[in-house]
């Protein structure tokens, strides 16, 4: 197959998914990325980093992750049958740990001494933290002041883990502003440093090895709905932020076109209030962070303030591989607001004895909206990126309930 | 080649290049300090554009950007500025330095026709290099503006033939690896990088980032033939705006310092 009949072979050579990736950074940084680039393309194919990753996947992250029936969501609903892969239950509570083994497996075999790393929710933060501590490496994590309030927990988780935060006191204070900082971070120390990039953004290599790595969930759900339904699902759903956890279980799916896909961004308050972080709906192509795509802008190409209850999905730029996929049709993207993204957190609560992660919280929101129009012999499944715990704070306070009194 | 960047560089002495954010604090204080800077002995001017996420850039200019769209400082706006330089000066290069994405958003083409109305020399695009560049640097060449190539502690021999073959102007080395306004030390590196460049280009090689004392300008001098002065200008500027000094006091603080850094009384 080449490039052009197959959704699964970008990038091209230079990192580009159609119109979308590449790699935009200052020339100090050009040398180290095509070196990590280099050194990812030999040990993608290594079989001892592949062993020891699946090793580690296994035993330290508890790979493979179930694939759950949602029975009683499912009856409640009255649509198509669900199952969510539960991700959630991976060690640390999220996806993000299946990257960050195989980034950080990397660095080791490229001699680097120091791993710095952005955070927004923090899990992309724990997980980094998590590894750097398996692996005896001091640990730089940014982190928007912002986020450092609204996530506490997992401020103090990663300083349980012996990584050092700092907080990003420019901009929005949140994630774009903490990415920013990193970069700023390995631009200055660029010899001894690996950034461990936390989603499928970046300039080249990252929206790709990132998203390698995180293919893993959806080879797995193949395997796993094979066995329990003897076909291909009918729709895959996930959030998304920068869009890792959707990539990741997409991409083994993508040239099954009997297969549809929806990711879901973040409306915020609604796209019309312009508090939001649909870069899809609401931005235009544009160039941040090392890589070209869809970004929230304003008329004179300067970047705009995100908006989300969910600090996961609170950043003005998408992977380019979505932006790619979005401008092929291939998924199909909505959004849903803060609100509807609460009322699915508490409804999956109750009914499931699952406390979603805000993030997944918003696929599910739209599951409820389309899982009842779909016929019962239909399969869905949702990826739960992520669990909820870190995120009570921020519901009890939007529920204007006192958690500690 | 630009006749103007040209010029300047035919005779022998050192250059003293500097920066200021486009807007900073506003635009009218821009346009005087601007109107000034060749009075105080400035060959080249840098003009930065402001961007909302500037990742090369320390907190001094991270700040300047901020204040200028504050003011909504925008493409056009940095345009008019340059126009009304070029108004009564016709000699001193204008260097415009940025982001890409407000130059993309803009349009490449128009952001070229535009440069060239307003009497832009040269571009420095922090964040586009080039494997990403070509459409945007074959338009600048047709009409006379100069891609002022960055040069960096990490370039490697065979990147800097890369980079030498589009190369015209003059070069910008950056002496350190980090952001700008950081502390630069290590001047033997630098001078050895400068050597092995020159062996290879005619061009002229300036050298930016983290110079702020006469005595590192003076060291530069040796082997380079001009040098960038961008936050240490910036910072008087921020200082002078915090203390809600007048434009006249601005002005004054940037020629004591410039005269400070050229040795001159």
Not at chain 1, 81 to 100: S, W
Not at chain 1, 174 to 185: F, P, V
Request: with cysteine; aromatic share 8%; glycine share 8%.
């Amino acid at each position: 197959m080449n490039i052009k009949n197959s959704f699964k072979n970008w990038p091209d050579e230079s990192g580009f998914f159609g119109n979308f990736g590449g790699r935009y950074v200052a020339e100090t940084l050009m040398p180290l990325i095509k070196d990590v680039e280099k050194n990812y393309n030999i040990y993608c194919k290594d079989k001892n980093f592949i062993n020891e990753l699946d090793y580690y996947l296994k035993n330290f992250v508890g790979r493979p992750s179930p694939l759950y029936y949602a029975e009683r969501i499912t009856k409640d609903l009255g649509g198509g049958k669900i199952y969510f892969k539960r991700d959630e239950l991976n060690h640390t509570g999220a996806h993000k740990i299946n990257n960050c083994l195989g980034q950080i497996l990397l660095a080791k075999r490229m001699g680097k001494k120091r791993i710095i790393a952005e955070t927004g929710a923090g899990q992309h933060g724990v997980a980094v933290a998590t590894v750097c501590a398996l692996f005896n490496l001091p640990c730089i994590i940014y982190m928007g002041s912002k986020d450092i309030t609204r996530q506490s927990p997992n401020v103090f988780r990663m300083k349980l883990l012996g990584a050092k935060v700092i907080a990003v006191d420019t901009g929005s204070r949140s994630l774009k502003d903490a990415m920013n900082e990193a970069l700023r971070d390995w631009v200055t120390n660029v010899k001894n440093t690996f950034y461990i990039i936390g989603t499928v953004a970046g300039p080249h290599p990252y929206p790709k090895m990132v998203r390698d790595f995180q293919s893993i969930i959806g080879k797995e759900v193949k395997e796993q709905i094979f066995k329990k339904e003897k076909k291909m699902p009918d729709l895959l759903i996930a959030c998304i932020g920068g869009g890792s956890n959707a990539i990741g279980l997409f991409y083994d799916f993508l040239d099954n076109k009997e297969v549809k896909m929806i990711a879901v961004e973040a409306a915020g308050l609604g796209i019309k209030s312009g508090k939001h972080a649909s870069s899809l709906s609401g931005g235009k192509p544009g160039v941040l962070h090392g890589n070209k795509t869809y970004l929230l802008q304003t008329k004179s190409g300067q970047i705009k303030e995100a908006h989300s209850i969910s600090a996961g999905l609170d950043y003005p730029g998408i992977g380019p591989e979505h932006a790619f996929l979005f401008e092929q049709k291939r998924v199909n993207y909505v959004s849903v607001t803060d609100e509807e993204a609460i009322k699915a957190f508490k409804y999956c609560s109750k009914l499931e004895g699952i406390i979603p992660a805000l993030e997944p919280s918003h696929a599910l929101a739209h599951l409820i909206k389309v899982a009842p129009k779909m016929n019962k012999n239909k399969i869905i499944v949702m990826n739960m990126c992520g669990r909820g715990d870190k995120d009570i704070f921020t519901v009890a306070e939007k529920l204007k309930v006192k958690i500690n009194e | 080649m630009n006749n103007r960047i040209k010029n300047v560089f035919l005779t022998k002495k050192k250059k003293l290049i500097t920066f200021i954010t486009a807007g900073d604090p506003n635009l009218n204080y821009s346009k005087k300090i601007l109107d000034n800077l060749p009075k105080y002995g400035v060959d080249i001017m840098e003009i930065g554009m402001p961007f909302s996420d500037p990742m090369a850039d320390g907190p001094t200019i991270q700040l300047a950007s901020a204040r200028a769209i504050k003011k909504k400082v925008n493409l056009n706006k940095v345009f008019d500025l340059c126009k009304y330089v070029r108004k009564t000066n016709k000699k001193t290069p204008i260097i415009l330095m940025g982001y890409y994405n407000p130059i993309l958003h803009f349009g490449n083409s128009k952001f070229i026709n535009e440069c060239k109305k307003s009497g832009v020399d040269g571009l420095i695009i922090v964040d586009l290099q080039p494997e990403n560049d070509k459409n945007l640097f074959e338009l600048a060449q047709r009409n006379k503006i100069d891609f002022i190539r960055l040069i960096t502690p990490t370039t490697t021999t065979k990147r800097l033939n890369e980079i030498l073959l589009n190369a015209s102007g003059f070069l910008y080395y950056v002496s350190i690896t980090g952001v700008t306004g950081a502390k630069l030390k290590d001047f033997k590196n630098v001078e050895q990088s400068i050597k092995q460049i020159k062996k290879k280009t005619k061009l002229p090689i300036v050298v930016g980032f983290g110079i702020k004392t006469k005595e590192q300008v003076k060291k530069i001098f040796r082997f380079a033939d001009g040098v960038v002065i961008g936050s240490s200008i910036v910072e008087i500027i921020e200082k002078k705006v915090n203390n809600n000094s007048k434009i006249k006091n601005i002005l004054l603080g940037i020629k004591k310092f410039l005269n400070e850094i050229r040795n001159k009384k």
